[in-house]
């Protein structure tokens, strides 16, 4: 084993030092995914690596993990040479990928015992091992069921229990709550917490959640491939002490505030934030506006996060967004015009009931979310809705077409962009763009015309040669935003579009969004981040099939009782009120 010269090996699992990594491309110049950065996470400590797409931070825990190798710098985990011995660091380490491979088709139980052959645990291991695992992920009564079957959260919590079926001496974690709702992402974490503390586990944890970074014990800041910060969450959201505000305005939405703020020159970030917006300020200026109540608040470690990006030159969101009109402004009758009617909605698979008698209505130019746990009904509502699923029973009218019967003139109607990349990724993004225009029956100078404003307005034009399975993951997401926007629809299906997506990245796309809106686009979207649920007009929120809460996000807030200030709290207290209720029935 190799000692870490001028560094106490002992007291750190991990210290990167100067490392780069690249990765070559056909006919192209090479890309840099990692440049001279130097990390350290300490023993028996939660790490967090955040930063935006394309930080490094997934190729920095796959270097830790000795599946990689640098080009330069020196990188020691657990005091072993990850160039000189990566199988040594694999031999004690436990490595969870964004994919983690779960066989479907095999239960639970034997999804743990494939991993536990894998790693050549003994069977008095197991025995020791396996029923802590069950108790840690409440998994036990589920050992039986196929993996396929399990819902995202449980999925994630399988996936966690297979990568700790030895006792590893390090945990890396590569986005582990990516899709997953609220409540099984706080149920993830207590996991994750109790092993730091009970066990004394060290964890590598990389995360878009700026949440989940605050209550890790020391965070990694990565952008661009290098390191922009290190240090504990109160450092970090030290810079942008006296800089941060609740504001809010009478007449506006907190969306269309937002948008406005976000565009001052002397504020660094403005995102909704419990029915206000919360604003970081370019100095510790006092941040005065007429007509709007400005209220100083306690900074937050996002705060101190986007201060760090305006500092390093990134500029999304800090420009006007263009309005964006795919069928012209709308008038003020348009706009009070219902463009979804939804009436005792009904889905069974089998004797399983997905969807149970759903009623709601949707306005011309309304943004309106769709939120739950996952397997709570809310996909399968999406894609009736979407004209991709029939629906058992009830009545359902998309742009005035009754999809029971004429699903395919209602698609005519809309746009749908899939939580998961859909497009081609062997052709470019004009190929993508042209295969879609036609399909969608644009032809000619038309096609033309519209492949030109989608190129422009989400800043695709010096990418339109490049394949669109090579790009970044936010300009992949632009990407099918622009396709499904081309036949110009009156309403556009969003499901978790910014799932994985740094925080720069959900702001530049719901600015986007709210364009839409006020042109009189009417959007429907789910999501598992409740602070994206503020830029709704309305939300429902759905668990095993019922309808259990619908209004704007005050009401919804309130609605979960008192001392409920964030939609996250209101969407727990809610979906845990109707479990209870459905338990004592």
Same mark, same amino acid.
Request: hydrophobic residues 40%; glycine residues 8%.
């Given at each position: 084993?190799?000692?870490?010269?001028?560094?106490?090996?002992?007291?750190?699992?991990?210290?990167?030092?100067?490392?780069?990594?690249?990765?070559?491309?056909?006919?192209?110049?090479?890309?840099?995914?990692?440049?001279?950065?130097?990390?350290?996470?300490?023993?028996?400590?939660?790490?967090?690596?955040?930063?935006?797409?394309?930080?490094?931070?997934?190729?920095?825990?796959?270097?830790?993990?000795?599946?990689?190798?640098?080009?330069?710098?020196?990188?020691?985990?657990?005091?072993?040479?990850?160039?000189?011995?990566?199988?040594?660091?694999?031999?004690?380490?436990?490595?969870?990928?964004?994919?983690?491979?779960?066989?479907?088709?095999?239960?639970?139980?034997?999804?743990?015992?494939?991993?536990?052959?894998?790693?050549?645990?003994?069977?008095? @291991?197991?025995?020791?091992?396996?029923?802590?695992?069950?108790?840690?992920?409440?998994?036990?009564?589920?050992?039986?069921?196929?993996?396929?079957?399990?819902?995202?959260?449980?999925?994630?919590?399988?996936?966690?229990?297979?990568?700790?079926?030895?006792?590893?001496?390090?945990?890396?974690?590569?986005?582990?709550?990516?899709?997953?709702?609220?409540? @099984?992402?706080?149920?993830?974490?207590?996991?994750?917490?109790?092993?730091?503390?009970?066990?004394?586990?060290?964890?590598?944890?990389?995360?878009?959640?700026?949440?989940?970074?605050?209550?890790?014990?020391?965070?990694?800041?990565?952008?661009?491939?290098?390191?922009?910060?290190?240090?504990?969450?109160?450092?970090?959201?030290?810079?942008?002490?006296?800089?941060?505000?609740?504001?809010?305005?009478? @007449?506006?939405?907190?969306?269309?505030?937002?948008?406005?703020?976000?565009?001052?020159?002397?504020?660094?970030?403005?995102?909704?934030?419990?029915?206000?917006?919360?604003?970081?300020?370019?100095?510790?200026?006092?941040?005065?506006?007429?007509?709007?109540?400005?209220?100083?608040?306690?900074?937050?470690?996002?705060?101190?996060?986007?201060?760090?990006?305006?500092?390093?030159?990134?500029?999304?969101?800090?420009?006007?967004?263009?309005?964006?009109?795919?069928?012209?402004?709308?008038?003020?009758?348009?706009?009070?015009?219902?463009?979804?009617?939804?009436?005792?909605?009904?889905?069974?698979?089998?004797?399983?009931?997905?969807?149970?008698?759903?009623?709601?209505?949707?306005?011309?130019?309304?943004?309106?979310?769709?939120?739950?746990?996952?397997?709570?009904?809310?996909?399968?509502?999406?894609?009736?809705?979407?004209?991709?699923?029939?629906?058992?029973?009830?009545?359902?009218?998309?742009?005035?077409?009754?999809?029971?019967?004429?699903?395919?003139?209602?698609?005519?109607?809309?746009?749908?962009?899939?939580?998961?990349?859909?497009?081609?990724?062997?052709?470019?993004?004009?190929?993508?763009?042209?295969?879609?225009?036609?399909?969608?029956?644009?032809?000619?100078?038309?096609?033309?015309?519209?492949?030109?404003?989608?190129?422009?307005?989400?800043?695709?034009?010096?990418?339109?040669?490049?394949?669109?399975?090579?790009?970044?993951?936010?300009?992949?997401?632009?990407?099918?935003?622009?396709?499904?926007?081309?036949?110009?629809?009156?309403?556009?299906?969003?499901?978790?579009?910014?799932?994985?997506?740094?925080?720069?990245?959900?702001?530049?796309?719901?600015?986007?969004?709210?364009?839409?809106?006020?042109?009189?686009?009417?959007?429907?979207?789910?999501?598992?981040?409740?602070?994206?649920?503020?830029?709704?007009?309305?939300?429902?929120?759905?668990?095993?099939?019922?309808?259990?809460?619908?209004?704007?996000?005050?009401?919804?807030?309130?609605?979960?009782?008192?001392?409920?200030?964030?939609?996250?709290?209101?969407?727990?207290?809610?979906?845990?009120?109707?479990?209870?209720?459905?338990?004592?029935?």
């Amino acid at each position: 084993m190799s000692s870490i010269e001028g560094t106490d090996s002992n007291s750190f699992v991990l210290v990167a030092c100067e490392i780069t990594k690249e990765f070559a491309r056909e006919k192209l110049a090479p890309v840099r995914a990692l440049e001279n950065v130097s990390v350290e996470a300490k023993r028996g400590a939660l790490t967090a690596l955040v930063g935006p797409d394309g930080a490094g931070k997934t190729t920095l825990l796959r270097l830790a993990a000795g599946l990689m190798r640098a080009e330069s710098g020196s990188l020691f985990v657990l005091g072993i040479d990850a160039k000189q011995n990566p199988q040594q660091i694999q031999d004690r380490i436990s490595y969870m990928p964004q994919r983690f491979g779960l066989y479907e088709d095999l239960s639970v139980q034997e999804n743990l015992d494939l991993y536990a052959d894998l790693h050549g645990v003994s069977a008095a @291991s197991r025995s020791e091992r396996y029923p802590r695992l069950m108790e840690m992920t409440a998994l036990a009564p589920f050992c039986n069921r196929l993996a396929g079957k399990l819902s995202g959260g449980m999925k994630q919590k399988l996936g966690l229990a297979c990568t700790l079926v030895r006792s590893p001496e390090l945990l890396l974690l590569d986005e582990p709550t990516v899709g997953v709702d609220p409540l @099984s992402r706080r149920e993830l974490w207590e996991i994750v917490h109790r092993l730091v503390e009970q066990e004394a586990l060290s964890v590598v944890v990389s995360t878009s959640y700026m949440d989940e970074a605050e209550n890790c014990s020391h965070v990694v800041v990565l952008h661009e491939g290098r390191t922009l910060a290190m240090g504990s969450p109160d450092e970090i959201r030290a810079r942008a002490q006296d800089r941060t505000y609740l504001v809010a305005g009478e @007449s506006q939405s907190p969306r269309n505030l937002q948008l406005q703020l976000v565009q001052r020159a002397d504020v660094a970030d403005a995102v909704p934030h419990g029915g206000k917006v919360r604003v970081v300020t370019e100095s510790a200026r006092p941040l005065q506006i007429d007509g709007l109540t400005i209220e100083a608040v306690r900074p937050t470690l996002q705060d101190g996060f986007m201060l760090l990006l305006r500092e390093r030159g990134d500029q999304r969101m800090l420009v006007p967004t263009p309005e964006l009109e795919p069928a012209g402004p709308p008038t003020q009758t348009d706009q009070s015009t219902t463009v979804i009617e939804v009436h005792d909605l009904v889905r069974k698979f089998g004797d399983f009931t997905a969807v149970d008698r759903t009623s709601f209505q949707v306005r011309r130019g309304e943004v309106f979310g769709l939120l739950g746990p996952n397997g709570a009904g809310k996909t399968t509502t999406f894609r009736m809705l979407c004209g991709l699923l029939p629906a058992t029973g009830g009545t359902l009218r998309v742009a005035g077409a009754d999809l029971r019967h004429a699903r395919a003139e209602a698609r005519r109607r809309i746009g749908y962009v899939a939580q998961k990349f859909s497009l081609y990724g062997d052709l470019s993004v004009r190929e993508n763009l042209e295969f879609f225009g036609g399909a969608y029956g644009l032809r000619n100078q038309r096609l033309k015309d519209r492949i030109g404003w989608v190129l422009e307005q989400f800043e695709l034009s010096a990418m339109q040669s490049m394949g669109a399975g090579a790009m970044p993951g936010g300009f992949q997401r632009r990407l099918a935003m622009a396709a499904a926007l081309l036949h110009e629809p009156e309403i556009l299906f969003l499901d978790e579009p910014t799932s994985g997506a740094d925080p720069l990245a959900r702001r530049d796309f719901w600015a986007r969004i709210t364009s839409l809106s006020n042109c009189g686009t009417t959007v429907i979207v789910t999501t598992h981040f409740m602070e994206e649920a503020e830029y709704c007009d309305r939300i429902m929120i759905q668990d095993a099939g019922a309808m259990l809460a619908m209004g704007t996000p005050a009401e919804v807030r309130a609605s979960a009782g008192p001392n409920v200030d964030t939609m996250e709290e209101a969407f727990i207290a809610i979906v845990e009120q109707g479990r209870s209720a459905r338990a004592a029935a």
